[in-house]
């Protein structure tokens, strides 16, 4: 024996007694405290990691093209890898503790549950498709065309006022998926400001994050929690969707009047649709009803996967590229939150027990910021013996910071990895800090609407 087996020892022993008083304890996988805080340490450098990835961009540049130095700054540079790329260090690291490598395999397979990253990164590819698209632009026009104003206006308004409230039906991945891929299209490749760049995404991400909540079914952060606490379809419209409804509105009419003149000045795109028979349309759209519907059952949703890719291979000249490769680096994102979220419940758990009602709604949404709010508000159910009021507040606070930054809920990283690329950004990519101060305005509006008043 070593003196890097005690620190095991000791952990182990202590489980062993845990077990003893609660039989209860013994069927859980009782974790080493020096590994939580390992995974908690390196989830603080992979966060930290999201907001430097631009300086890993500058630094490549000091290097010839094509050198080691050069191609390993730009890996680092790429946001969708930092929490996967982290993540592969916690399963080493863990191996490392527990002394094995089976131990490590056995974690990821038994204690975590990837089926959200792999969700999103199905419902990214096939809500992405030009069929899906072009019907989304069609149903939102025609609520546009209600409205007393210039076409850019208008969508703009129909888009992010109404369109995020999609996410209660057709899940929050699908309806930020489409609205990134309508706002890319008609205002971030068309010369708009950096100014209203980051507005926009900081109002879509804030929006989306909210406007799940009419239902028990769709957004992440609720399904967590809907079933434990019965929470069905009349108690969140009543306690959260038109909450929901009326911030979503209200900031869109503000950041729309804010910039109206730049938006009104827009002219509306030219380019002539591409004919799509209506029953590829209609092909699309089963396929992707047929991934929400079986959200929590992979192996059947990739099933309607592999039926939707021959589809598409099949009908190639109604076709754009698929976003595959935007798929998998979203899904491998996502991942690695998974990876992390479960080893933070040792911080989290105590720190909402000893919170009262309103302390649990901004720490929620503070903690949003850093934490994946579906993983926050799973750790909240955990918690014995909630009060309504406390439930309210967790998941209030959890959606309400759900824009701040790209971790802060599971759809914002299919959102940027349409968006980044986009003239708007100047090649450079999403600045996490303008992210957030483009976010706070949405996010001090839905925190009005649903606390304060």
Not at 335 to 346: C, M
Request: charged letters at 10%.
């Amino acid at each position: 024996m070593s003196l890097l087996d005690l620190p095991l020892i000791v952990a182990t022993v202590d489980a062993t007694a845990a077990a003893a008083a609660d039989p209860a304890a013994a069927q859980q996988v009782v974790e080493p405290m020096f590994v939580k805080i390992l995974a908690t340490t390196l989830f603080a450098i992979a966060v930290i990691h999201t907001f430097v990835v631009k300086k890993f961009a500058q630094w490549a540049h000091h290097y010839p093209q094509g050198s080691l130095q050069e191609n390993l700054l730009h890996f680092l540079a790429e946001t969708e890898i930092v929490f996967g790329l982290w993540a592969s260090v916690m399963f080493l690291a863990y191996a490392a503790a527990h002394r094995s490598i089976h131990h490590a395999v056995e974690y990821i397979e038994t204690q975590l549950d990837f089926t959200e990253p792999k969700f999103v990164l199905v419902v990214m590819v096939v809500a992405a498709t030009r069929p899906v698209v072009q019907l989304a632009e069609r149903l939102i026009l025609s609520v546009a065309r209600l409205l007393p104003l210039k076409e850019n206006v208008s969508f703009y308004i129909a888009t992010l006022a109404f369109g995020s409230l999609l996410g209660s039906f057709i899940t929050e991945p699908a309806a930020m998926t489409l609205l990134a891929m309508l706002l890319k299209q008609r205002y971030f490749d068309r010369g708009i400001s950096s100014s209203l760049a980051y507005a926009t995404i900081g109002l879509l991400f804030v929006n989306v994050s909210i406007g799940g909540t009419l239902t028990h079914f769709a957004a992440p952060p609720v399904l967590m929690v809907a079933s434990k606490w019965n929470w069905g379809f009349w108690h969140m419209l009543t306690n959260f969707g038109w909450r929901s409804a009326a911030a979503c509105l209200t900031s869109t009419l503000v950041v729309t009047a804010v910039y109206f003149k730049q938006l009104n000045n827009l002219q509306p795109p030219t380019e002539s649709r591409q004919f799509i028979p209506a029953w590829l349309t209609g092909a699309h759209v089963t396929c992707l009803a047929a991934v929400v519907y079986f959200a929590h059952y992979p192996d059947v949703f990739f099933g309607v996967f592999m039926l939707f890719l021959g589809l598409v291979t099949a009908t190639r000249e109604y076709q754009e590229a698929l976003k595959l490769k935007e798929g998998l680096l979203v899904g491998f994102f996502l991942a690695g939150l998974v990876v992390f979220s479960k080893l933070q419940a040792w911080w989290l758990e105590p720190l909402i027990q000893n919170m009262s009602s309103s302390m649990l709604y901004y720490g929620a949404t503070a903690l949003t910021a850093i934490t994946d709010n579906a993983a926050l508000t799973l750790l909240g159910s955990q918690v014995p013996n909630l009060s309504d009021d406390l439930k309210f507040a967790l998941l209030a606070g959890a959606v309400s910071g759900g824009g701040l930054t790209v971790i802060a809920n599971a759809p914002n990283p299919a959102g940027a990895g349409i968006l980044q690329s986009s003239a708007a950004f100047a090649g450079d990519g999403i600045n996490p800090g303008k992210l957030f101060l483009g976010a706070l305005f949405p996010t001090a509006v839905a925190i009005a609407f649903f606390w304060l008043i």
